[in-house]
């Protein structure tokens, strides 16, 4: 049975992952992610996290603009783009934490299945028949 996309994104991914981290020791950075993290793809700039924090940094620009009784849209446009452009920079780089965590985990996740192959045996697939029960009217 082909895999689908995703699950071959996944062992790709995990096993780029396996791989670095086995030649690089330890694995730790100086950085938020360790060094096995470097072989995965970065996310795109346009992501959930990087839109919701720059928001958040915007909004935080209109709200302290409007506790101290200045126009909300105009004034301290500078403050604006700094507040929103600092969200959406900690937002990016939460998705890439997140996909090296989520990368780790299937990486875990796919060799304890290796390992223990006794645990996660193939079903027959059942047919739409086989699931579904009879229909049986009540008039």
Avoid: C
């Avoid at 600092?86 to 934490?97: A, D, M, N, P, Q």
């Amino acid at each position: 049975m082909p895999l689908a996309s995703y699950e071959r994104w996944s062992l790709k991914k995990t096993s780029l992952l396996s791989k670095q981290s086995q030649r690089s020791g330890n694995g730790a950075a100086m950085g938020l992610v360790p060094d096995e993290a470097k072989v995965l793809p970065p996310p795109g700039i346009v992501n959930r996290s990087s839109v919701w924090l720059g928001f958040i940094g915007w909004s935080a620009a209109m709200i302290q603009n409007a506790i101290n009784h200045r126009p909300a849209l105009r004034a301290g446009v500078h403050r604006q783009v700094l507040f929103s452009t600092v969200g959406w920079f900690i937002g990016y780089h939460l998705t890439k934490y997140e996909n090296y965590v989520y990368a780790k985990l299937d990486r875990d996740m796919n060799e304890y299945i290796r390992l223990h192959p006794e645990d996660f045996a193939k079903k027959e697939p059942k047919t739409f028949a086989e699931i579904v029960e009879p229909f049986h009217p009540v008039r």
